[in-house]
DNA sequence: TATTGTTATACTCTATAACTATA
DNA sequence: TATAGTTATAGAGTATAACAATA
C-alpha cells in the first residue's frame, strides 16, 4: 500500500466528515446514529437479537441497552419467540418503521452533500470506486 | 445530489471501515481514536486549549476531559500562559511526541490498507478524488 | 463585562464478566 | 452442557449549564 504522505490523515478526515453530516441529518429525525442504523436495520422487517448484534457490529449487552433506551420511546417492541423461547425478535413499531424509513431516505439522498464539491462526474467515478470495496454496504442493507 | 439508491449507506460502511481500521492501530499503541488525535495534533509542537478545541473539532469541556485522562498517564502537560494567564498551553512529553509521531506514521502507512481490495491505479484515483474534498485534512495537519 | 478554561451533571455508546432462562 | 439474552459494572466520549480566574 503505497500512498502520498498524509492520505491516512486524509481517510480520518473524510470518516469524520460522513459522520458529522450523519450526526446532523440523524438528529433532525430525534435519533443517534446507532439508533438510527437500529431503526433502518428493522424499517423491513424484524430480527433477532443475535443477528441485529452482527449486523450492526456491535457486542450483545451494547445492543440490550441501545434496544432498552429505544424502547422506552415506544419505538421497537421485544416479542419472545415461540419454537425456542430463549429467542428475543425485536421489531419496530409502527411509528418506529415509519421513522425508520423516513430516517434511512433522508441519509440516502442528503448523505452524498460530503461530495457536492466535487464535479459531477468525479462524484460518479468515486461512487463506482467506494461501491466496489467489499463489506462496505454493511448496516441497514 | 443525484446517486444511486443505496449510496447513502455506503459512505455509511466506508465510514464504518476507515474507523474500525482507526481504532485497531490506536488500539496497538494503548490509545482511543480521540487520545490518538490529540497526540498527533501535538506532536509537532505546543498549542492552546481553545485552538485544539477547534481543531479536533470538540467542545471545551470535552477537550478538558480527554485531557485530564491522557495527563494522568504522562503523555502531555498543562502550563500556565505568561501573558494572559487565563490561557492554557498543552505539550506533550517526551514520550507523548514519540507516541504521537509513532501513531500517526502508523496510521499514515496502515490505514490506507481499507483500500487492498482496489487496484492500484483506482486506489491512486481514489486517494486524488478524496483529496480534492476541501476541508478533509482535518485534525493532525 | 467578556473570555479562558474547568467543574458539575447527565446521557449515549461500548466492552467484559457474571448471571438467568431456556434448550 | 451449551446457547440467547440480560444485568452489572466500568470507562470513554460528548453536550449543556454553572462556575472560577483573569483580563
Chains 1, 2 share one sequence.
Do not use: N, W
Not at 492520505?7 to 446507532?34: K, V
Not at 428493522?42 to 430480527?47: D, M, V
Amino acid at each position: 500500500m503505497t500512498s502520498q504522505p498524509g492520505f491516512g490523515d486524509t481517510l480520518l478526515g473524510l470518516a469524520a466528515l460522513i459522520q458529522r453530516r450523519h450526526i446532523q441529518i440523524c438528529a433532525e429525525h430525534d435519533l443517534t446514529p446507532a439508533q438510527s442504523q437500529l431503526l433502518c436495520t428493522l424499517r423491513e422487517g424484524p430480527r433477532r437479537m443475535a443477528d441485529l448484534a452482527a449486523i450492526l457490529g456491535m457486542a450483545k449487552p451494547a445492543l440490550s441497552q441501545l434496544v432498552d433506551r429505544i424502547e422506552t420511546r415506544g419505538l421497537v417492541r421485544r416479542t419472545a419467540s415461540e419454537p425456542d423461547r430463549r429467542v428475543v425478535t425485536l421489531e419496530a413499531t409502527p411509528e418506529g418503521i415509519k421513522i425508520g424509513r423516513a430516517v434511512y431516505e433522508d441519509v440516502d439522498a442528503r448523505l452524498p452533500d460530503v461530495l457536492v464539491a466535487l464535479a459531477p462526474e468525479d462524484q460518479q467515478r468515486f461512487a463506482e470506486l467506494v461501491s466496489a470495496i467489499p463489506h462496505i454496504r454493511c448496516p441497514s442493507t
